[in-house]
């Protein structure tokens, strides 16, 4: 298995509060993302990063802010969640940004009440 | 926006073949994906296909291409109980890792 973990596995939290997701790696690779998966809508991108400091947004970006301040990690913020972000978060890691070197991280369970 | 649609459940024998298929409205879509998604686990790409191609074959991996229709669709020869999962066809206009739009997914159950 590529060697990429996210902490926490599983999150309950309440509306209003901060909650930071955390991924990492051991692979040394460039690109790293984070997705949502929600019923009925496979992955769909927040963020993504193609190098330390370098992000871009994704497809559903709104209310996520992330941050790489070196390579091996990346982080998920969400300044103040919503019973909305209530999903399971995926992290993937490419050493290329082509989409068969992709590896996505166990996942984080979050839960917003 | 994009769209890419699935069936959601699809029930087999093992032994028997799967086909999994997937409905996609981009017609700017360039690579066309298929991945597998165990419980509790992230996803893993299985193959995908460039549109210029009608059909790719992986050992028990087959994966069609109707570019006219914009269906693809995904078999599985000699299904065993392993093979059960969640699938999800995604596509993209680049073979890029951030303009995959993804379908809800199918999920294959295998009956000994």
């Known amino acids: 298995d590529a060697g990429i973990t996210q902490s926490p596995r599983h999150k309950v939290t309440e509306t209003g509060t901060p909650v930071t997701l955390r991924c990492h790696q051991t692979e040394n690779h460039r690109y790293m993302y984070w997705y949502r998966q929600d019923p009925g809508h496979g992955l769909r991108l927040i963020h993504y990063?193609?190098?330390?400091?370098?992000?871009d947004k994704g497809e559903v970006s709104d209310g996520y802010s992330v941050s790489r301040s070196k390579t091996e990690d990346f982080l998920l913020t969400l300044e103040s969640a919503t019973s909305s972000q209530t999903s399971v978060y995926f992290c993937a890691i490419s050493e290329s940004n082509r989409q068969e070197t992709q590896y996505f991280g166990p996942g984080t369970r979050l839960l917003v009440l | 926006g994009e769209d890419v649609e699935q069936s959601l459940f699809l029930s087999v024998r093992e032994g028997d073949s799967s086909v999994i298929n997937c409905t996609y409205t981009?017609?700017?879509?360039?690579?066309l994906y298929w991945y597998k998604q165990e419980p509790g686990a992230g996803l893993q790409l299985l193959t995908y296909i460039f549109s210029n191609m009608d059909m790719k074959q992986d050992q028990r991996l087959t994966v069609l291409l109707n570019k006219k229709d914009k269906h693809l669709s995904l078999r599985i020869a000699d299904t065993q109980t392993g093979d059960s999962a969640i699938y999800f066809c995604a596509e993209s206009p680049h073979l890029a890792g951030n303009m995959l739009t993804f379908g809800g997914g199918t999920r294959l159950m295998v009956k000994p």
């Open positions: 981009d017609s700017s879509s360039t690579y």
């Open positions: 990063s193609y190098g330390v400091k370098d992000t």
